[in-house]
C-alpha cells in the first residue's frame, strides 16, 4: 500500500491540515427588543430575537408580559380588577443580564425599543449596555414606536443580521423601516384610558354616550387623534385609509387585543389591496393592553418610499 493511501486512512479526506487556527470572522449581529413589540412567537423564534418583559403590576403582584402573564390571562383578569393595573420598565439588571448572556455569543448587539415619550425602558437600556463597552458594542435604538409598528422594525434589522450585515447595516435597515412606516389604532372604549388618568370623566363620558371609535395614529414618538367615528367597522376603515393612503406598501402587520375576527378582516383587506405584501399578525400584549383595553386593534404598514412630512389625516 502506497504512503499516500495509508494517509488516507489515517486523515479522513476533506480534514483540515494541522497548523495554525484561521482567523476568526466577525460574529453575527444579536438583536434585542421589548414586550411591546408584540412580536409574534415564530417570528422572534425564527430569527432569533431575544424580548426583553416589561412588566404588569396588579396590586403588589409584578407579572413579566409574555412570560409569566399571556395576553389571554391578562384580558380574562382585566374586567374583574377593581384598579387598573400599572406597568413598568424593565430594570438596568435585566438589560445587564440579556447583554452577559449574548455577549457570550457574540460581539455586536443591536438593542431598539418603544418610544422614549411612552416609557424609559430606552435609557435602561443604554445603562445596562454601559458596562459592556469594552466587550461588546451595543446599539440602542430609540424606535419612536410601539407595538408592530417597532416588531417590523426589529424584523428588518434580524434578517439583515441572519444575512450577515454588520452592526450599522443592521441599525440602517430597522431605521429605513422606521423613517417609512405607519401605524394607526382603533380603540372599541374609552374606557381604559380614563381609568389609566390620560383623558378626562367628561371626555370618556361623552365618548361613551355617543358611542364614539377613537382612531390614533403614532407618528414622532407620541399618539395622534385621526378621528372618531360612530361603528366598529368605519373605525376599522379608517385604520386602513390612514395606512394604506400613502403610496405602495412592501410588508404589514395587523395587532390585536381580544378580537381574532377583525385582525383577520384586516389582513385581508390589506392583501387585497396590497397584493404581495407580507402581512404579519402579532397579539397585542398586557402591557399596551393596560392602556388600550378589550377591543384594540391596528395596522402598520411600511411604505415603499419614504412618507412627506405629516403624513395622512
Given at each position: 500500500?502506497?504512503?499516500?493511501?495509508?494517509?488516507?486512512?489515517?486523515?479522513?479526506?476533506g480534514?483540515?491540515?494541522?497548523?495554525?487556527?484561521a482567523?476568526?470572522?466577525?460574529?453575527?449581529?444579536?438583536?434585542?427588543?421589548?414586550?411591546?413589540?408584540?412580536l409574534?412567537?415564530?417570528?422572534?423564534?425564527?430569527?432569533?430575537?431575544t424580548?426583553?418583559?416589561?412588566?404588569?403590576?396588579?396590586?403588589?403582584?409584578?407579572?413579566?408580559?409574555?412570560?409569566?402573564?399571556?395576553?389571554?390571562?391578562?384580558?380574562?383578569?382585566?374586567?374583574?380588577?377593581?384598579?387598573?393595573?400599572?406597568?413598568?420598565?424593565?430594570?438596568?439588571?435585566?438589560?445587564?443580564?440579556?447583554?452577559?448572556?449574548?455577549?457570550?455569543?457574540?460581539?455586536?448587539?443591536?438593542?431598539i425599543?418603544?418610544?422614549?415619550?411612552?416609557?424609559g425602558t430606552?435609557?435602561t437600556?443604554?445603562q445596562?449596555?454601559?458596562?459592556?463597552?469594552?466587550?461588546?458594542?451595543?446599539?440602542?435604538?430609540?424606535?419612536?414606536?410601539?407595538?408592530?409598528?417597532?416588531?417590523?422594525?426589529?424584523?428588518?434589522?434580524?434578517?439583515?443580521?441572519?444575512?450577515g450585515?454588520?452592526?450599522e447595516?443592521?441599525?440602517?435597515?430597522?431605521?429605513?423601516?422606521?423613517?417609512?412606516?405607519?401605524?394607526?389604532?382603533?380603540?372599541?372604549?374609552?374606557?381604559?384610558?380614563?381609568?389609566?388618568?390620560?383623558?378626562?370623566?367628561a371626555?370618556?363620558?361623552l365618548?361613551?354616550?355617543?358611542?364614539?371609535?377613537?382612531?390614533?395614529?403614532?407618528?414622532?414618538?407620541?399618539?395622534h387623534?385621526?378621528?372618531r367615528?360612530?361603528?366598529?367597522?368605519?373605525?376599522?376603515e379608517?385604520?386602513?385609509?390612514?395606512?394604506?393612503?400613502?403610496?405602495?406598501v412592501?410588508?404589514?402587520?395587523?395587532?390585536?387585543?381580544?378580537?381574532?375576527?377583525?385582525?383577520?378582516?384586516?389582513?385581508?383587506?390589506?392583501?387585497?389591496?396590497?397584493?404581495g405584501?407580507?402581512?404579519?399578525?402579532g397579539?397585542?400584549?398586557?402591557?399596551?393592553?393596560?392602556?388600550?383595553?378589550p377591543?384594540?386593534?391596528?395596522?402598520?404598514?411600511?411604505?415603499?418610499?419614504?412618507?412627506?412630512?405629516?403624513?395622512?389625516?
Open positions: 500500500m502506497s504512503l499516500f493511501r495509508r494517509l488516507r486512512r489515517l486523515v479522513p479526506f480534514a483540515p491540515a494541522e497548523g495554525p487556527p482567523p476568526a470572522g466577525p460574529r453575527p449581529v444579536l438583536v434585542v427588543t421589548d414586550s411591546t413589540a408584540d409574534p412567537p415564530e417570528d422572534a423564534q425564527a430569527l432569533d430575537i424580548v426583553v418583559p416589561l412588566l404588569v403590576n396588579f396590586g403588589e403582584e409584578s407579572l413579566r408580559d409574555g412570560v409569566d402573564l399571556t395576553s389571554d390571562e391578562f384580558f380574562r383578569r382585566l374586567p374583574q380588577s377593581r384598579q387598573l393595573p400599572t406597568t413598568s420598565q424593565p430594570s438596568i439588571g435585566d438589560f445587564h443580564r440579556v447583554y452577559e448572556s449574548l455577549a457570550a455569543r457574540t460581539d455586536q448587539i443591536l438593542s425599543h418603544l418610544s422614549s415619550r411612552f416609557s430606552v435609557e437600556a443604554r445596562g449596555a454601559q458596562a459592556f463597552v469594552s466587550r461588546c458594542r451595543i446599539e440602542v435604538i430609540d424606535s419612536g414606536t410601539v407595538s408592530m409598528g417597532m416588531g417590523l422594525a426589529v424584523i428588518a434589522a434580524a434578517r439583515a443580521a441572519r444575512w450585515a454588520g452592526l447595516q443592521c441599525a440602517d435597515a430597522a431605521r429605513a423601516v422606521l423613517r417609512r412606516q405607519r401605524i394607526a389604532v382603533a380603540l372599541d372604549t374609552l374606557e381604559y384610558l380614563r381609568r389609566g388618568g390620560r383623558i378626562g370623566r371626555q370618556a363620558l365618548g361613551g354616550l355617543l358611542r364614539l371609535k377613537p382612531v390614533l395614529a403614532i407618528r414622532d414618538g407620541e399618539t387623534p385621526v378621528a367615528v360612530r361603528t366598529h367597522r368605519k373605525a376599522l379608517e385604520v386602513l385609509r390612514v395606512c394604506l393612503s400613502e403610496g405602495a412592501t410588508e404589514a402587520a395587523v395587532m390585536y387585543t381580544t378580537r381574532p375576527e377583525d385582525a383577520q378582516f384586516l389582513a385581508g383587506e390589506i392583501g387585497r389591496r396590497c397584493p405584501a407580507p402581512v404579519h399578525i397579539r397585542i400584549g398586557p402591557v399596551i393592553g393596560v392602556h388600550g383595553g377591543g384594540l386593534v391596528g395596522v402598520a404598514v411600511v411604505l415603499l418610499d419614504e412618507p412627506g412630512p405629516g403624513g395622512a389625516s
